[in-house]
């Protein structure tokens, strides 16, 4: 029967930790002084080296350069150590003899180590990465308390133990000790480029591995495991749990690496780990410092150097933490100078006196000025009129506030004025002090004069639509002038009170066509103090006759205190007849138009009201909108123009309206307050 086990690297975890728990089992079950005990141990020993060589030789034929060739180096070092204890059991447990020291299982096991550091050196070599200071202080660190411990508590007892003489077995020992450290060397340099180089899971555990490797020897060569017998119990499973541990790094190099892992939350915990290791191992070395009773000593020296070695690293790691944030101002700066200099809007810089400090290519474009021009300068190109409006502005930038898309006029460096659209926004310290002013400036020309031509296009729509009206109110008196005429031609003398009804009669035409004109005539935009009241009596006499025709009465609530508001009349009295002209054909079997009129602080508001009717409810949100109309022959530009009208002016236009009832216009505009020139 066929077990249904899989191999992955769970089931060889778990054969690893059984082989070890049997290990462990036996070791502790026998004296290590008698012959059964040493027979066991070194078949353990032995058949453990030989799985590992064996899952490496396996596992590294099916793998592509150049990790292949890291893993025969690997198998090789491995190979070497299950020929080291398999010559160990052969002497000790087949021969029933000493093993030799120097002899022929210390040659391979220094062979096994010599592959295992080539091997860590090829896979450093042949991996690219950024080259940092910051690992070789931490390596060094760790290196030099490794090298002061072994010197004071191996190195040192041996060379008591042998009476100061240089033996063979000395020597044998002192070459372990140094490939030791050479491996350890190897190891921490591989670990601390870990992340830059492909298979890191399979790597962790041959340094895991190899670390346990150099922990084990350390205590086999020292003089305390000499003296207990009990000690090689515990570090011989050691060895071999090294071996596999290797060996099943080599078994997971072949499993394609995870992409949907996470390899933020490793590299910050091998970061931690990497900060960690160096002052443990300080730590470690000052409580043995403090324990031990000599003054002056290897550990002392070491502990000294450490420091030494910390202190520069924290040095070098200011001095890279410097370079990189340097280098981010640096790259922020062309970033921001790049976007500055090629963005198509106007930009400039000035302090809090006014002097400009920083512009940018578009400024030049537009304005004329360049930057030797202008930079340290005041830019003086606000008309007077507008001077105080800007003073405003400037406040409220003080205040830490932004204005955004402020439509205004500018002079250009030969006195032309251009339409611009400005944001200005403060620019802050540290202490989160407005320290100057950023202006970003749009030319805004060429939307102007397409606004302009709409609204003239509009304003001959609404002159031919109220010449009928005009042609009827100027017929009545001009009627009555022509019967004055004809019984003057009969002979018959025109009394005064007659000559003062003709007068009268021709200053109304008069007045009439006057009205007329300024609706009809082109002017150009000029924003001033304008009174609602004046316009709207105006517009009253243009619509009377129509209102007259369509019996419709239109009534203006009585005069009150009202403010002027900063306006272009002209532009005003186009909406206000487009709004009267709407209720009027909403209305046609007549009806009443009322207009109000109400005041605060802040704003002026003209309601109209008609009988009219009314609008849905859906298409209330849409009104003008290009095109949209609910009249025969309309066009929706009437109310789109108007909307804009008001825009322009800082104001708002809503709508109320309900079906069979009527319809409700309000418009509200600023009231700004100007200085009296």
Same mark, same amino acid.
């Given at each position: 029967?066929?077990?249904?086990?899989?191999?992955?690297?769970?089931?060889?975890?778990?054969?690893?930790?059984?082989?070890?728990?049997?290990?462990?089992?036996?070791?502790?079950?026998?004296?290590?002084?008698?012959?059964?005990?040493?027979?066991?141990?070194?078949?353990?020993?032995?058949?453990?080296?030989? +799985?590992?060589?064996?899952?490496?030789?396996?596992?590294?034929?099916?793998?592509?350069?150049?990790?292949?060739?890291?893993?025969?180096?690997?198998?090789?070092?491995?190979?070497?150590?299950?020929?080291?204890?398999?010559?160990?059991?052969?002497? =000790?447990?087949?021969? @029933?003899?000493?093993?030799?020291?120097?002899?022929?299982?210390?040659?391979?096991?220094?062979?096994?180590?010599?592959?295992?550091?080539?091997?860590?050196?090829?896979?450093?070599?042949?991996?690219?990465?950024?080259?940092?200071?910051?690992?070789?202080?931490?390596?060094?660190?760790?290196?030099?308390?490794?090298?002061?411990?072994?010197?004071?508590?191996?190195?040192?007892?041996?060379?008591?133990?042998?009476?100061?003489?240089?033996?063979?077995?000395?020597?044998?020992?002192?070459?372990?000790?140094?490939?030791?450290?050479?491996?350890?060397?190897?190891?921490?340099?591989?670990?601390?480029?870990?992340?830059?180089?492909?298979?890191?899971?399979?790597?962790?555990?041959?340094?895991?591995?190899?670390?346990?490797?150099?922990?084990?020897?350390? @205590?086999?060569?020292?003089?305390?495991?000499?003296?207990?017998?009990?000690?090689?119990?515990?570090?011989?499973?050691?060895?071999?749990?090294?071996?596999?541990?290797?060996?099943?790094?080599?078994?997971?190099?072949?499993?394609?690496?995870?992409?949907?892992?996470?390899?933020?939350?490793?590299?910050?915990?091998? !970061?931690?780990?990497?900060?960690?290791?160096?002052?443990?191992?300080?730590?470690?070395?000052?409580?043995?410092?403090?324990?031990? =009773? /000599?003054?002056?000593?290897?550990?002392?020296?070491?502990?000294?150097?450490?420091?030494?070695?910390?202190?520069?690293? =924290?040095?070098?790691?200011?001095?890279?933490?410097?370079?990189?944030?340097?280098?981010?101002?640096?790259?922020?700066?062309?970033?921001?100078?790049?976007?500055?200099?090629?963005?198509?809007?106007?930009?400039?810089?000035?302090? %809090?006196?006014?002097?400009?400090?920083?512009?940018?290519?578009?400024?030049?474009?537009?304005?004329?000025?360049?930057?030797?021009? *202008?930079?340290?300068?005041?830019?003086?190109?606000?008309?007077?009129?507008?001077?105080?409006?800007? /003073?405003?502005?400037?406040?409220?930038?003080?205040?830490?506030?932004?204005?955004?898309?402020? /439509?205004?006029?500018?002079?250009?460096?030969?006195?032309?004025?251009?339409?611009?659209?400005?944001?200005?926004?403060?620019?802050?310290?540290?202490?989160?002090?407005?320290?100057?002013?950023?202006?970003?400036?749009?030319?805004?020309?060429?939307?102007?004069?397409? !606004?302009?031509?709409?609204? %003239?296009?509009?304003?001959?729509?609404?002159? #031919?639509?109220?010449?009928?009206?005009?042609?009827?109110?100027?017929?009545?008196?001009?009627?009555?002038?022509?019967?004055?005429? =004809?019984?003057?031609?009969?002979?018959?003398?025109?009394?005064?009170?007659?000559?003062?009804?003709?007068?009268?009669?021709? &200053?109304?035409?008069?007045?009439? @066509?006057? !009205?007329?004109?300024?609706?009809?005539?082109?002017?150009?935009?000029?924003?001033?103090?304008?009174?609602?009241?004046?316009?709207?009596?105006?517009?009253?006499?243009?619509?009377?006759?129509?209102?007259?025709? %369509?019996?419709?009465?239109?009534?203006?609530?009585?005069?009150?205190? *009202?403010?002027?508001?900063?306006?272009?009349?002209?532009?005003?009295?186009?909406?206000?007849?487009?709004?009267?002209?709407?209720?009027?054909?909403?209305?046609?079997?007549? #009806?009443?138009?009322?207009?109000?009129?109400?005041?605060?602080?802040?704003?002026?508001?003209?309601?109209?009201?008609?009988? #009219?009717?009314?609008?849905?409810?859906?298409?209330?949100?849409?009104?003008? &909108?290009?095109?949209?109309?609910?009249? !025969?022959?309309?066009?929706?530009? #009437?109310?789109?123009?108007?909307?804009?009208?008001?825009?322009?002016?800082?104001?708002?236009?809503?709508?109320?309206?309900?079906?069979?009832?009527?319809? +409700?216009?309000?418009?509200?505009?600023? *009231?700004?307050?100007?200085?009296?020139?």
């Amino acid at each position: 029967m066929q077990l249904p086990l899989k191999l992955d690297a769970r089931t060889y975890s778990t054969a690893i930790a059984l082989y070890m728990i049997a290990f462990y089992v036996w070791n502790f079950s026998f004296d290590p002084t008698s012959r059964i005990w040493s027979i066991g141990c070194n078949a353990f020993s032995t058949m453990g080296s030989l +799985t590992a060589a064996v899952w490496l030789v396996v596992g590294s034929r099916n793998l592509a350069q150049p990790d292949r060739r890291f893993w025969l180096l690997v198998a090789f070092g491995s190979c070497c150590y299950f020929g080291g204890d398999a010559t160990w059991f052969l002497i =000790q447990v087949a021969l @029933v003899s000493k093993v030799p020291s120097p002899g022929l299982p210390d040659v391979l096991y220094l062979l096994s180590t010599l592959a295992y550091i080539l091997a860590i050196g090829y896979k450093i070599v042949t991996r690219r990465f950024e080259f940092r200071l910051a690992p070789l202080f931490d390596i060094a660190i760790m290196m030099t308390v490794a090298i002061s411990l072994s010197r004071e508590f191996i190195v040192k007892p041996i060379f008591l133990q042998d009476g100061n003489t240089f033996t063979p077995s000395v020597l044998i020992s002192l070459i372990y000790i140094t490939s030791d450290l050479v491996l350890l060397f190897g190891a921490l340099a591989l670990y601390w480029v870990l992340d830059r180089i492909h298979g890191k899971q399979s790597l962790l555990y041959i340094i895991f591995g190899m670390a346990l490797q150099i922990a084990a020897d350390s @205590v086999y060569y020292s003089p305390f495991a000499n003296s207990n017998e009990w000690v090689y119990a515990v570090i011989d499973p050691l060895y071999t749990l090294s071996l596999l541990l290797i060996s099943l790094g080599g078994y997971v190099s072949r499993i394609p690496e995870s992409k949907n892992g996470t390899p933020q939350i490793c590299n910050n915990r091998n !970061e931690a780990v990497r900060m960690a290791l160096p002052y443990t191992m300080i730590v470690m070395m000052l409580i043995i410092l403090l324990l031990q =009773q /000599e003054r002056v000593s290897i550990v002392m020296w070491g502990f000294a150097s450490s420091i030494l070695l910390i202190v520069l690293r =924290q040095f070098n790691s200011y001095r890279f933490k410097l370079k990189v944030a340097s280098e981010e101002v640096r790259s922020i700066r062309n970033y921001l100078d790049s976007f500055v200099n090629h963005t198509l809007d106007a930009i400039h810089v000035t302090d %809090q006196h006014g002097n400009v400090l920083r512009i940018n290519h578009a400024f030049e474009e537009l304005y004329g000025w360049r930057a030797a021009e *202008i930079l340290g300068k005041p830019l003086n190109n606000i008309p007077d009129s507008l001077r105080e409006e800007y /003073e405003n502005i400037l406040r409220a930038v003080r205040r830490n506030e932004s204005v955004p898309d402020y /439509e205004t006029v500018r002079y250009t460096k030969s006195g032309t004025l251009v339409d611009v659209s400005i944001t200005t926004t403060p620019i802050l310290d540290d202490k989160d002090e407005v320290v100057a002013t950023a202006s970003i400036t749009r030319n805004i020309s060429a939307r102007k004069k397409s !606004e302009e031509a709409l609204l %003239q296009s509009e304003k001959l729509s609404v002159i #031919g639509q109220l010449a009928a009206g005009v042609a009827y109110e100027i017929r009545n008196p001009l009627t009555t002038l022509k019967g004055f005429i =004809q019984l003057q031609q009969r002979g018959i003398i025109i009394s005064d009170p007659n000559l003062s009804l003709m007068l009268a009669e021709l &200053d109304r035409i008069n007045l009439i @066509v006057s !009205e007329f004109l300024v609706l009809a005539k082109p002017q150009a935009t000029d924003f001033r103090m304008v009174n609602i009241q004046a316009i709207l009596a105006e517009i009253d006499v243009l619509l009377q006759p129509q209102a007259i025709m %369509q019996n419709i009465q239109i009534s203006i609530a009585p005069p009150v205190a *009202i403010p002027s508001v900063y306006g272009e009349s002209n532009q005003l009295k186009q909406v206000f007849i487009n709004i009267l002209k709407n209720a009027m054909e909403a209305m046609p079997c007549g #009806g009443n138009v009322c207009i109000e009129l109400r005041a605060d602080s802040s704003c002026l508001l003209i309601r109209f009201s008609d009988q #009219g009717c009314g609008i849905p409810q859906e298409s209330i949100t849409q009104l003008g &909108d290009p095109f949209f109309t609910n009249k !025969e022959n309309g066009t929706g530009l #009437g109310l789109m123009v108007s909307k804009q009208i008001i825009a322009n002016h800082k104001g708002s236009i809503t709508f109320d309206s309900t079906l069979g009832e009527g319809t +409700t216009v309000d418009i509200r505009l600023p *009231i700004i307050q100007l200085p009296s020139n």
